[in-house]
């Protein structure tokens, strides 16, 4: 995370420069939920722990076990008011549905998380 921050921001645009944050953001809370959820590997407790400590995101975590938000990269990908139109980010569409076939979320750098992918 120390080098996610400290990378120089050279030649990237704004937005850019948080991406490799919400990455490493998104893995660990994916690495706790595997290993509670679907793992089952560790204690109630101590994924409580987690949470509490701040290891992982509750609130994606949250999202996660909601059906069609099983790949969701970030909360801000799901809130219309920080988009154009009061919709959902275009990462959210799936592939199939999208003119154009390569696309890169502003917020997070996602290139696709809808659960149909």
């Known amino acids: 995370m120390r080098e996610a921050e400290n990378d120089p921001h050279d030649g990237k645009r ?7 944050i919400f990455k490493i953001a998104h893995q660990k809370s994916r690495y706790i939920f595997d290993l509670y959820y679907r793992r089952k590997e560790i204690s109630k407790e101590l994924y409580e722990f987690c949470l509490d400590q701040g ?7 949250a999202k996660w076990k909601k059906p069609g938000y099983e790949r969701l990269c ?24 999208r003119e154009e076939k390569v696309i890169e979320c502003v917020h997070c750098g996602c290139r696709g998380c809808a659960s149909g992918d």
Do not use: G, S
């Not at 704004?14 to 490799?20: A, I, M, R, S």
């Open 55 to 61: 290891y992982a995101d509750c609130n994606l975590i």
């Open 14 to 20: 704004k937005c850019e420069t948080l991406w490799p």
């Open 74 to 97: 970030c909360l801000r990908c799901m809130q219309p008011r920080d988009h154009n139109f009061q919709t959902t980010c275009v990462c959210r569409v799936p592939k199939n549905l």
